[in-house]
C-alpha cells in the first residue's frame, strides 16, 4: 500500500538546522511532484516547499526561501527538507505530499507528520 513517513523532526534551538525525510512506497515516486506542508495550532495547513517529479524545479514559501531547501532522490523514494535558521514561528507539524495529475484525474497521497518545535 502507499506509503509517506516522514522522520528528523525534533526540538531545536532558534538559529539551529533540521533536516527532515520523507520515505515513500507503493507508488511510482518519480511520476510524482512533492511538497512539504506545515501546519501550526490554531493556523491553517500552509505549502513551505515543492519539487517537481524530476527534480528540476523548485518553490518556497516566502516565509522560508533562502532558508529552507527541498531536495529528493529519486533512486531512493525519498524526499528531503534542509531546514537552516529555524525560527520559533517555524514550529509546526511538517507532513509530505505527493501530487500527480493524469488527464483529469488527480492523485494525492499525504504522510503523517512530523512535529519540529524550535524554542530555546
Known amino acids: 500500500q502507499v506509503q509517506l513517513v516522514e522522520s528528523g523532526g525534533g526540538l531545536v534551538q532558534p538559529g539551529g538546522s533540521l533536516r527532515l525525510s520523507c520515505a515513500a512506497s507503493g507508488f511510482t515516486f518519480s511520476s510524482y511532484a512533492m511538497s512539504w506542508y506545515r501546519q501550526a495550532p490554531g493556523k491553517e495547513r500552509e505549502l513551505v516547499a515543492a519539487?517537481?517529479?524530476?527534480?528540476?524545479?523548485?518553490k518556497y514559501a516566502d516565509s522560508v526561501k533562502g532558508r529552507f531547501t527541498i531536495s529528493r532522490d529519486n533512486a531512493e523514494n525519498t524526499v528531503y527538507l534542509q531546514m537552516n535558521s529555524l525560527k520559533p514561528e517555524d514550529t509546526a507539524v511538517y507532513s509530505c505530499n505527493a501530487g500527480r495529475r493524469v488527464g483529469v484525474l488527480e492523485y494525492e497521497y499525504w504522510g503523517q507528520g512530523t512535529q519540529v518545535t524550535v524554542s530555546s
Open positions: 519539487i517537481t517529479s524530476a527534480g528540476g524545479s523548485t
